[in-house]
T-cell receptor, first 110, second 116 residues
Framework: QQQVKQSPQSLIVQKGGISIINCAYENTAFDYFPWYQQFPGKGPALLIAIRPDVSEKKEGRFTISFNKSAKQFSLHIMDSQPGDSATYFCPGGGADGLTFGKGTHLIIQP | DSGVTQTPKHLITATGQRVTLRCSPRSGDLSVYWYQQSLDQGLQFLIQYYNGEERAKGNILERFSAQQFPDLHSELNLSSLELGDSALYFC???????????????FGSGTQLSVL
């Protein structure tokens, strides 16, 4: 079974700070590196994603960075806000890369 | 609104019973994925269908089964329910069925199953 290693499992950041979440993968055949965001009681929703032909993509306060040689990608949330408090997932686990795992529980303190 | 519809939103049942969860994918999406979410296991992949055919199987118990119908809606059947089956069950859909590491998935709002 392939693994995706997401870290940290939980993160507390002060309002206005930078939140950083990492995802390390094994399968080099992946062609799409997304971060999903889930609020309590809701389904996950795509936040931002990157293809392996670029190293960085920015959408507002959210930036995704991709390091092909290290086989990892990261989510940076600039000027973190209480509304960013959620669980963040990257996929890639399991035999088909379809499992998301436990995610990162992010709490932004006012 | 993702465009993926799941019913019912909540389901309370007893151990040993059987339930059916329903999912209507986003218009135009041919693939449906079922996930189980619990606090200790996270978001676990159960099974995937593409245009009516099973495409991938994850950690789905033998007591669970699913199918995708000609109109592309899908049903997840859970039988001989146990306390440990209590969880949130999500359905997701995508256009081409290549999975979350190849394309965008659209998730429904889930069915909360409580087995008492």
């Amino acid at each position: 079974q392939q693994q995706v290693k997401q870290s940290p499992q939980s993160l507390i950041v002060q309002k206005g700070g930078i939140s950083i979440i990492n995802c390390a993968y094994e399968n080099t055949a992946f062609d799409y590196f997304p971060w999903y965001q889930q609020f309590p009681g809701k389904g996950p929703a795509l936040l931002i994603a990157i293809r392996p032909d670029v190293s960085e993509k920015k959408e507002g306060r959210f930036t995704i960075s991709f390091n092909k040689s290290a086989k990892q990608f990261s989510l940076h949330i600039m000027d973190s806000q209480p509304g960013d408090s959620a669980t963040y997932f990257c996929p890639g686990g399991g035999a088909d890369g379809l499992t998301f795992g436990k995610g990162t529980h992010l709490i932004i303190q006012p | 609104d993702s465009g993926v519809t799941q019913t019912p939103k909540h389901l309370i049942t007893a151990t040993g019973q059987r339930v059916t969860l329903r999912c209507s994918p986003r218009s135009g999406d041919l693939s449906v994925y079922w996930y189980q979410q619990s606090l200790d296991q996270g978001l676990q992949f159960l099974i995937q269908y593409y245009n009516g055919e099973e495409r991938a199987k994850g950690n789905i118990l033998e007591r669970f089964s699913a199918q995708q119908f000609p109109d592309l809606h899908s049903e997840l059947n859970l039988s001989s329910l146990e306390l440990g089956d209590s969880a949130l069950y999500f359905c997701a859909s995508s256009v081409e069925g290549y999975g979350a590491t190849n394309e965008k998935l659209f998730f429904g709002s889930g069915t909360q199953l409580s087995v008492l």
